[in-house]
T-cell receptor, first 115, second 108 residues
Framework: EPEVTQTPSHQVTQMGQEVILRCVPISNHLYFYWYRQILGQKVEFLVSFYNNEISEKSEIFDDQFSVERPDGSNFTLKIRSTKLEDSAMYFC?????????????FGPGTRLTVL | GIQVEQSPPDLILQEGANSTLRCNFSDSVNNLQWFHQNPWGQLINLFYIPSGTKQNGRLSATTVATERYSLLYISSSQTTDSGVYFCAVGAGRRALTFGSGTRLQVQP
């Protein structure tokens, strides 16, 4: 069964460093999402991406964040200058466009720790 | 934005017991998903259920979209069912809004 994959599974970085989180969505999906979950809290939406542009973003997704689809398979989230409060689990999700089914399929997550 | 409320926030069961988790939402949606977050933090997709009823083994779910609620039933609970259960709702392919979850602990 096709699945969304994410790398790395864990990332530890120093405050102020740049990090890139990588996702490989399901191959025929065209809608991509990033969500995050701070430890002990609920999952929050960051951004969605369709047709090579941001479709929707939350107030969390400020100028320090960016997303990119650098090739036909990867979808990345970049945090330019990490802060302690960026420590969280980051989930990538993807959704098919043509099926009429709105289900979002989630990856296993990347746990980011900022020291 | 859409408000999502889950109840109860915490639930402790003995192995073999049944339970019902509830998700209320404040606006019309055409995407509703139930997830189980395992101890490693992964979100395991249980059901995509914007309306109607579905069953998968010991788990089943019902969504009454016109009344803006969904129920997740767990029968004959096992210790491996422990974890946090999230309901998430949305419209079309827009962002999902997650509830705060129900933390389930199944004791042997």
């Amino acid at each position: 069964e096709p699945e969304v994959t994410q790398t790395p599974s864990h990332q530890v970085t120093q405050m102020g460093q740049e990090v890139i989180l990588r996702c490989v969505p399901i191959s025929n999906h065209l809608y991509f999402y990033w969500y995050r979950q701070i430890l002990g809290q609920k999952v929050e939406f960051l951004v969605s991406f369709y047709n090579n542009e941001i479709s929707e973003k939350s107030e969390i997704f400020d100028d320090q964040f960016s997303v990119e689809r650098p090739d036909g398979s990867n979808f990345t989230l970049k945090i330019r200058s990490t802060k302690l409060e960026d420590s969280a689990m980051y989930f990538c999700a993807s959704s098919d466009v043509g099926s009429g089914n709105n289900e979002q399929f989630f990856g296993p997550g990347t746990r980011l720790t900022v020291l | 934005g859409i408000q999502v409320e889950q109840s109860p926030p915490d639930l402790i069961l003995q192995e073999g017991a049944n339970s019902t988790l509830r998700c209320n939402f404040s606006d019309s949606v055409n995407n509703l998903q139930w997830f189980h977050q395992n101890p490693w933090g992964q979100l395991i997709n249980l059901f995509y259920i914007p309306s109607g009823t579905k069953q998968n083994g010991r788990l089943s779910a019902t969504t009454v979209a016109t009344e803006r609620y969904s129920l997740l039933y767990i029968s004959s609970s096992q210790t491996t069912d422990s974890g946090v259960y999230f309901c998430a709702v949305g419209a079309g392919r827009r962002a999902l809004t997650f509830g705060s979850g129900t933390r389930l602990q199944v004791q042997p």
